[in-house]
């Protein structure tokens, strides 16, 4: 039975994750509640995430929503930031990662509803610069723990004028560097269990798949709906975690 659970958990997290980020405050409760330790979750998170992210931006970049050359300057910050991550994650305590969580969140959502964001381009543009350290910067966050880490990148890209789906595969590739150096750092730790990781990961890419081709389905108005919506009910479940 707990195996069927864990394909719920991965389709559900997979597919609230791809389409507006946040789909971890999904899983990593549900993995809790059904008796996982909590280091087994995020090990099982972080490999499921990595075939999940990973199919959902090659259907994208096969519909050219991303081009690789300009994907894989990714390689080396998201990489690097999942691994720092991964490797300091006991050096902080689980409340301090959800007010940082709500913080930013909170910051990224009242950019999004104050200020007009530029035009969106029909094609994947060049990333700016300016953003690489604070790609570096979520990759660590999304190492270390990483609530509503995707929905962070997804705003960083908008307010940057990259097309929706252009910025979900972006978005997608960073998740699956990042998780990719933090997998390895849990794994090394000795804090894996395949029986756990390898339900969740066929749950996830399932959820991924099917949500990919519903946000080909919609309109922009309604994708930021859902984005904006996720936001802020992230933000409510981090207070009411901290709170409690």
Partial sequence: MEFLLLIVIGFATSFIGTLAGGGGLIGMPSMLVIGIPIHQAIAAAKFSNMFSSFSSFFVLLRQKKIEWHKAVWLIPISLGGGITGGTIASALPEKTMTLIAIGLLSFALGLQLLKKQKNDRQTSANIPKKLYPVLYGVGVYDGMFGPGQ??????AYLRNGFEYLSAVAFTRFQTFL????????????????WQVAVFLAIGSLIGAQTSI?????LEKCHLQIILNTVTLLLIIQLVIKVAN
Avoid: D, E
């Avoid at 990042?178 to 269990?193: I, P, Q, V």
């Fill in 150 to 155: 995707a929905t962070l990148l997804m705003y």
């Fill in 178 to 193: 990042s998780c990719c150096g933090a997998f390895f750092t849990y794994l090394f730790a000795g804090h894996f269990n």
């Fill in 213 to 217: 081709r519903i946000a080909n389905k």
